[in-house]
Structure formats: structure tokens, C-alpha cells
């Protein structure tokens, strides 16, 4: 089957699903090591050849989706704005076909088999979630059949052979495949799905059963936080370090005082871009041998930026620590810029300021910031800090350059660990590789927040998104608070009014009126100044609705109608009970002392908590969030047709804007 749609979507994806055999058939794992090697690994076929060589495409995926009875086998491409569609297609086919005749090296099935065991050992160290261990003994026990499948299929990887490959793709993959083309453009015509009279269910009631008594619920003990303990390098750089050994796993995480904020106002994009290209050649190796490296290692290397940190970010095997720390300290310290690496990065990201471009959060993410906190504060930015095609073209391997040096450099640096491994054997493990690590001979980059945010003033801003099925609100205003400033009963009062499932906000509109799947409002922490932000998709008829129900439950929650008994019992119990649970893994402990530090709060910040919240009463909270939420200084992004939503705003008394969605 081969099929064409159009959305509105910024370039061409192709797609490729075959039906192959459910999650316990011994083929389906062969199949998703060739899903992996084709198109999964950072160093996968597709990858190579259509995004890096030919550059034909932008993003290349494949996968297995494994079902109980049946599984998936996906392959998409996203080609590149400016190439002929129909010839990537064709390349596509191509080299799949040549991949079934040929199958993989020994060498990929081996960084397979590693990658897989490394992210096996970082799902089980939680007990629920989306990966952790009772997803396995569900999956093994419920879907396969064996509470050892588990065991018994990640063990299968290592005795997995190309020949094996092969022959499994030769008789899955060579069948019929569903092949669609998404093209950028305007949706055909459709018909809403009406409901269904369906009989009513079966009341009768159900048979009784003998039943153990449930269990009384227990006092809930305060959070020990592991202890945190801190060392220099050589050269000054701060270690924060926390021991943890459910798994032999290490993190790392370098946090530069840089950020989405540290942009040039002439180069927005600047810090992504520099990011992106730090992985695409470093220390003598390019980007594939860096792939494969960290995939032969277990590790894998990040490096994003936030609105107030560049992060460059490191998880590994403790037992190939050393190795990956070499390469690690390759990409922090010695990237290439190679000219055609950033070129190609430059055109990924190009990419994505398209697609940013087109979606309705996108859109709306990009327009709110400017609006609330002016469009030359480091903060008036989006924080997706993609920039835009005149601000990124004209950046050169020179401005990357100056960028690292300025930025990424040990003055501007903390590191911070959580390991098996002690803090003597990391420390002199991070000496070895960052102690002689000196800064560039150039300034010290500086943000400047000194600039004025303008007075607020309430309106309505329409992004105008024809044929938009629905609309989303993006809502809010600067609050007088900075990151730094205690915001625990704030928190606690915005859970009862917009950041909870069981909200006031939610519950009005999604539980009640159906207008949506679900809304919230949220402080969204920064370094320095916070806004308060509703995030709000709604149907595109009841958008005008929307925002009069928003602006009555904020200004009652203001007013006579506070955070109830029930509410205050609620949120109290719920945060004290879920403090355990929330540092679960190594992972939440490193990001806790990323956030303390931050946010200067002291180390023992999370034990603390506890005892603060069974202190905290009602009427705090209530005047927590009435000081600083106002629902008048609010101003209302809305995204979506103008045609539809404009008519419903009149009765709001708000000014109106419309802009186009370009």
C-alpha cells in the first residue's frame, strides 16, 4: 500500500511499517537489532548515508513496537527542505533492500547488544514508571508468557549473529510494507468520528468474593537524601557528588553558567548550534567514530542548554569510567567545528525552526516570551533557543569558536556526579582529564538581566493557524519572585489551583465541561525571574469559553474561594509520600543537586521538605499565591484559526491582536 497526505507540517516524512511476529517470537528480537542498526543507533545506516553523506535528510528513525500477538516494524525519514521527496524514497527502498541482501557487520550487532544491556540497567534500577521492573515482569509474565523472559531475551542479544539478521529481515521485511508520504500543506477534507450508541454494560452486581482486609497506611518517614559531598580539581572547578550504588552506573553532568540566555541579541541560535556541533568531531574523531564509541562503551554523551545552563552531560558504565571520560573530555574541550559538520548541523537545525514553526505549541512558545518579558531580555527568547533562519545563517565556525571559548570554559563550570564509585576515585579520575583544563585568553561571558521588563498589560494575542482542529492558550505573566526564593507554599497552593491532575482548573475544564484532555498552570522556575504560565489546548469552539472559566476560577480562588480542607489534607499527604519515590533512581538525585544549586538552596533542601509541608496550613498557602498570581495582568497567546476563535474573545473585554502563524 503506498499513500499521500498533507498536514500542515514543515518539511516531508516517509514512512515504512511492516507486520512482524508479537514480543515473545524468537524472530521479533533479531528484527528490532536490524531496526536498531538500520535506523536506531547514532551511528545507524540511515543515518549515515542519508542525513551525514548525502544529507538528503534532516532525522532518520527504526524501530520495532512489539505487541502481545503481532509487532511493528517502523522506518521513518524526514527529508530535507529543498530535496525531491520522490528520490529520497526511492534511496530509501534502496538501502533497505541492500541491508536485507546484506545484513549487519558483527561489529554493529556487538553495539547493539551493549547499548541494550546499558539501557536495561538504567530502566531497572526504578521499580514502576515506563521501563522499570514491573513493566519487565508485566511484559514477561503477562505478554510472553515466562517471568524470565526478561532475563532470557537481553541474555539473547549477545548470542545474536549477522547470518541470523539476515535471514530473519529476508523473511519479515521482503513482505508487503504500508508506505505513507506526509507532504507539507493543507489537510484533505475529513469527517469527524461521531459517537457510537453502544449497549449499555452488563450492572448486574458482581459476585462477592472473599477479600483480605486492606492494609493500614503507615506513617510515611522523612526523605534521606543521600549525602553530598563536594571536592575541587586542580584547576578550582567544584565537584557536588552523591553516592549511589543500585547500579553501576555513572553520571556526570557539567553545568555551564551560560543558557539560552547567553545568546548574542543578534544571534539567537548561537548556543544550540555550538551545542549540536560539539559531538559531530572532537579530539581527532568524527561524528560516527564518536557514536560509536559511546556505543561500544555503554555511555552516552548530551549536550543541551536551558534558559540559564549549557549542559554537557556524560552516562556511562562505571567499569569503562575511564575510556568514556576520554572521550567525554574530547567533546568538551577539543570539538573540531569542522565547517561541512557545522554546515550540516546548521541545516538540522534550520529544520527545526521550520517545524518549531508550524506547530501550535511551537508557535506559541515563541511568541508568549517576548511578549511578557520584552524581546531584548535573555529571557524574551524562546527557550527552545533554535533562533531563526536570519539569525542562523549567517553564523560561521568563527562564531561557534568564540562561543565555546567565552562560555564553555572551567571559570564558568561546575560538575556534578552520582556514582558506585567514590568521590576520591571520581575526583582523581576527572584530575586526570580536566585539572590542567585552563580557560581561553578572552573575557568571561557575562548576562546582562538589568534589562527592563515592560509594564504588564492584559490582551489577547491570535497566532493564526487556519484549519487548526483546536486551539492552544498559552497564558500568563512575570512574577515578582526570582528562581532563588523560597517557593514551597506557592507550589503547594498552584497544585491545589493549576499544576494538579485534580486542579480547579482542570477539573472545571476538562472533567466537567470536556472541553479539553488537559490543562495547567505552572511557576516556571528560571535563575531569575519567574512567570506563572497556563498551558491550555481546548476545543477551537470553546476557546473564548475557555479563557472566561480560566479567568473566574483564578479570581475565586483569589477571593472567597481558597484552598478547602480537603484540598489542603490532599496536597499535603501527597507531596510528603511521593518525596521517596521521587529520587528513585541516580538520575533525579544528580538533577536535585543540579536544582539546588541553581536555585541556592542548601543541600539538605529535600529532607527538609517534609516537615515543612506538615506545618504548612491552608491560609498560607492562600496568601502564597494571591500575592503574586493575578489573572489581570495575564497575557492571552492563543493559537489557533482566527476565523473561529476572534468571533468568541469579544465579550471578554481584553484588547485583540492577530498575527500570522509566519
Keep these: 500500500i503506498d499513500e499521500t497526505m498533507h498536514d500542515r507540517v514543515s518539511n516531508t516524512r516517509l514512512y515504512r511499517t511492516w507486520v512482524v511476529p508479537g514480543l515473545a517470537d524468537d524472530d521479533t528480537l533479531k528484527l528490532d537489532v536490524a531496526a536498531r542498526v538500520l535506523g536506531g543507533l547514532n551511528s545507524s545506516r540511515l543515518d549515515r548515508i542519508l542525513v551525514r553523506d548525502e544529507q538528503s535528510a534532516v532525522s532518520v528513525t527504526s524501530s520495532v513496537l512489539p505487541f502481545q500477538r503481532i509487532s511493528l516494524f517502523f522506518v521513518t525519514v524526514d527529508v530535507k527542505p529543498g530535496v525531491d521527496p520522490a528520490a529520497v524514497s526511492e534511496r530509501l527502498d534502496q538501502i533497505v533492500n541492500e541491508f536485507i541482501a546484506t545484513g549487519p557487520t558483527e561489529d554493529e550487532i556487538q553495539r547493539v547488544a551493549t547499548q541494550q544491556v546499558f539501557a536495561s540497567v538504567l530502566a531497572i534500577e526504578q521499580v514502576g514508571g515506563f521501563g522499570g521492573k514491573t513493566v519487565a515482569l508485566a511484559n514477561s509474565a503477562v505478554i510472553a508468557g515466562d517471568p524470565d523472559f526478561y532475563e532470557r531475551n537481553l541474555r539473547a542479544y549477545g ?218 531580555h535573555p529571557y524574551g527568547r524562546p527557550a527552545s533557543g533554535l533562533g531563526s533562519e536570519a539569525s542562523l545563517s549567517p553564523l560561521t565556525r568563527d562564531d561557534l569558536i568564540a562561543f565555546h571559548q567565552t562560555w564553555i570554559r572551567p571559570e564558568t563550570a561546575r560538575v556534578f556526579v552520582v556514582s558506585d564509585r567514590s568521590l576520591n576515585e571520581i575526583t582523581r579520575a576527572l584530575n586526570v582529564r580536566f585539572g590542567d583544563w585552563r580557560g581561553a585568553a ?167 521538605v517534609a516537615s515543612r509541608y506538615r506545618a504548612m496550613t491552608a491560609d498560607e498557602m492562600d496568601a502564597a499565591a494571591r500575592a503574586v498570581i493575578d489573572p489581570s495582568r495575564f497575557v492571552w497567546v492563543v493559537v489557533g484559526d482566527a476565523s473561529v476563535v476572534r468571533p468568541q474573545l469579544s465579550g471578554l473585554g481584553l484588547d485583540i491582536e492577530v498575527i500570522p502563524a509566519s
Excluded: C
Excluded at 565 to 572: A, K, N, V, W
Design 159 to 376: 548470542d545474536v549473529t549477522p547470518a541470523a539478521v539476515r535471514d530473519v529481515m529476508g523473511r519479515w521485511l521482503t513482505r508487503p510494507t504500508y508506505a505513507l508520504r506526509v507532504d507539507p500543506g493543507a489537510r484533505e477534507p475529513y469527517q469527524e468520528a461521531s459517537a457510537t450508541n453502544r449497549p449499555a454494560p452488563d450492572n448486574r452486581p458482581p459476585t462477592a468474593q472473599p477479600r483480605d482486609p486492606m492494609p493500614e497506611i503507615g506513617a510515611i518517614a522523612d526523605l534521606d537524601f543521600p549525602d553530598v559531598q563536594r571536592a575541587r580539581l586542580r584547576n578550582g572547578i567544584e565537584v557536588v557528588y552523591a553516592h549511589r550504588d543500585a547500579v553501576p552506573i555513572t553520571y556526570v553532568a557539567f553545568d555551564f553558567d551560560a543558557g539560552v540566555a547567553a545568546d548574542p541579541q543578534d544571534g539567537f541560535g548561537t548556543q544550540r548550534l555550538m551545542l549540536s556541533s560539539l559531538t559531530s568531531g572532537a579530539g581527532g574523531r568524527d561524528a560516527m567514530q564518536i557514536a560509536e564509541q559511546q556505543e561500544r562503551l555503554g555511555a552516552t554523551i548530551g549536550a543541551y542548554g536551558t534558559l540559564d545552563r549549557s549542559a554537557l552531560t556524560l552516562t556511562t558504565m562505571s567499569a569503562n569510567l575511564g575510556l568514556s571520560l576520554d572521550l567525554f573530555a574530547d567533546v568538551v574541550r577539543r570539538p573540531d567545528f569542522a565547517e561541512a559538520e557545522v554546515a550540516r548541523e546548521r541545516n538540522q537545525q534550520l529544520a527545526a525552526v521550520a517545524a518549531e514553526a508550524t506547530q501550535p505549541n511551537g508557535l506559541a512558545q515563541r511568541t508568549f516570551p517576548a511578549l511578557v518579558f520584552g524581546a531584548g
Design 442 to 608: 578572552v573575557p568571561v561571558g557575562h548576562k546582562n538581566f538589568d534589562v527592563p521588563i515592560p509594564a504588564s498589560r492584559s490582551r489577547i494575542v491570535i497566532v493564526d493557524r487556519p484549519q487548526s482542529p483546536q486551539s492552544v492558550i498559552y497564558a500568563g505573566a512575570v512574577l515578582p519572585i526570582r528562581g532563588s526564593d523560597d517557593t514551597l507554599t506557592l507550589n503547594a497552593a498552584n497544585e491545589v489551583l493549576g499544576s494538579n491532575f485534580l486542579s480547579r482548573i482542570n477539573t472545571e475544564i476538562r472533567e466537567r465541561r470536556g472541553w479539553s484532555y488537559g490543562l495547567s498552570g505552572n511557576l516556571s522556575l528560571r535563575e531569575n525571574q519567574v512567570p506563572y504560565i497556563i498551558y491550555a489546548p481546548v476545543q477551537a469552539d470553546r476557546t473564548g469559553d475557555s479563557i472566561r472559566v480560566l479567568i473566574e476560577q483564578i479570581s475565586a480562588f483569589n477571593s472567597s474561594n481558597g484552598v478547602s480542607e480537603s484540598e489542603h489534607l490532599r496536597t499535603i499527604n501527597g507531596n510528603i509520600r511521593q518525596l521517596p519515590g521521587s529520587f528513585e533512581t541516580a538520575g533525579a538525585v544528580l538533577g536535585a543537586l543540579r536544582s539546588n544549586q541553581l536555585y541556592r538552596r542548601p543541600d539538605n533542601y529535600w529532607e527538609s
